[in-house]
């Protein structure tokens, strides 16, 4: 019974019927997967535009390559190069394209419902991974940046501080300002509680002679892919 129900629809020769059903399911689940990508995030329409419509377009391609799946992951896979000439993508963006595509793959050899049940499971996985909190340790990193006079010895003039405050702190950049009689230094840290950042400013500026510090939030790279 499940084998009929998960089997293919398509037969030994191309039919217009089979396209359309087939075309047909692979816009409803695209739509359901720029739905999920697009659920609790922030995704351009573009995006979602291209999550729609990329398994219908896998699909009509698998079939006018006339069955030979190689054939069509070939030419796909160059046409997913397009990708990769526009703005880099996070995680999350670059599994919903994966996702789209083997949905394409699915419906193209005629498993409509072995494509709908496989979009349902991954759907559902990622619409519960949004709802769950994963520890994560790039919440607390942190750039920091500090002027510190000439004549200040920066090497070890904080470790302490950063001993106290921190789990880790590396000194990223340093360069001159001020025609040369002021440091600006650039560390990248990790801290060990948020709460702590007013104390631990605080303490820099006592050693810096109250010159200007910052905290900011990193460049957003670690959801790139």
Known sequence: M????????????FSISGYLICTAVSLLLGGLIAFTTGFRSRVSKSMLLALFLIPAIVQTVIMLVNGSVGTGVAVMGAFSLVRFRSVPGNAKEIVSIFLAMATGLATAMGYVA?????VLIF??????????????HDDLSRDLKITVPEDLNYAHAFDDLFEEHTRSAKLLNVKTTNMGSLFRLIYRIELKNED?????????????GNLEIAVALPAPDGNSL
């Open 2 to 13: 499940l084998n009929s129900i998960f089997g293919s629809i398509l037969g030994d020769t």
């Open 114 to 118: 072995l494509s709908g049940l496989f």
């Open 123 to 136: 759907c559902a996985a990622i619409i519960i991974c949004g709802f769950i909190k994963f520890p994560e």
């Open 196 to 208: 702590n950042v007013q104390e631990l400013i605080d303490g820099l500026r006592c050693r810096n």
